[in-house]
């Protein structure tokens, strides 16, 4: 149960697009798409932005995206906004019951 | 509305153990997961089980077992995430959150309770 890889950090300038990349194994990202992604900013609960490898919960900018090839799963932000720095985690179910985060993408708004 | 609402902070001695609950309201409460995520300072986010409050069982990260233990009262409808032999670097905020069954993704999360491991 590694967890994902993902950047550490990504930044970009207001209305930028930037993605932020999420690779496992064909156990978990790359088994079927079930991969999640999360907001969080420090001190509140993480918010759910993707969900099933592309799908956006209601209330979800459409500026917000995912995508899967392979083993890699990606978020993509375009039109950046300064709200949108956070912490982003993508997040997969791995087999047999287990789960696995990503480590974590700090995105800075330049 | 959802609702998943967490125990006070708390702080601990070396050794000891914590237990963190977790009362969700306005849902069925068997329906439902419940993981717990927790987040120690300057680091990711870690998945460490979850349970089935319908039927009691549980599923727990490698790095946990023999070390946590969740439990749920339904009469209640509370989960609770046990951790003993508690050291300083499982000082973190612990996280609840649900799955809707047959999901994948976690829809509501707990606000978060602070245990502090210290002498």
């Known amino acids: 149960q590694s967890a994902l890889t993902q950047p550490a950090s990504v930044s970009g300038s207001p209305g930028q697009s930037i993605t932020v990349s999420c690779t496992g194994t064909?156990?978990?990202?790359?088994?079927?798409?079930?991969v999640s992604w999360y907001q969080h900013h420090p001190g509140k609960a993480p918010k759910l932005m993707i969900y099933?490898?592309?799908k956006r919960p209601s209330g979800v900018s459409n500026r917000f995206s995912g995508s899967k090839s392979g083993n890699t799963a990606s978020l993509t932000i375009s039109g950046l906004q300064a709200e949108d720095e956070a912490d982003y985690y993508c997040?997969?179910?791995?087999?047999?019951?287990?789960?696995?985060f990503g480590g974590g993408t700090r995105l800075t708004v330049l | 509305q959802v609702q998943l609402v967490q125990s006070g902070a708390e702080v601990k001695e070396p050794g000891a153990s914590v237990k963190v609950s977790c009362k969700a309201s306005?849902?069925?409460?068997?329906?439902?997961?419940i993981h717990w995520v927790r987040q120690a300072p300057g680091q990711g986010l870690e998945w460490m089980g979850w349970?089935?409050?319908?039927?009691?069982?549980?599923k727990y990260a490698q790095k946990f077992q023999g070390w946590v233990t969740m439990t749920r009262d339904t009469s209640i409808t509370t989960v609770y995430m046990e951790l003993s032999r508690l050291r300083s670097d499982d000082t973190a905020v612990y996280y609840c959150?649900?799955?809707?069954?047959?999901?994948?993704?976690?829809?509501?999360w707990g606000q978060g309770t602070l245990v502090t491991v210290s002498s």
């Open positions: 306005g849902y069925t409460f068997n329906g439902y997961y």
């Open positions: 099933e490898g592309s």
């Open positions: 997040y997969s179910y791995a087999g047999s019951g287990f789960w696995v």
């Open positions: 064909g156990s978990d990202v790359g088994s079927e798409s079930l």
């Open positions: 959150a649900r799955i809707p069954r047959g999901k994948y993704y976690f829809d509501y």
């Open positions: 349970i089935n409050p319908d039927s009691g069982a549980t």
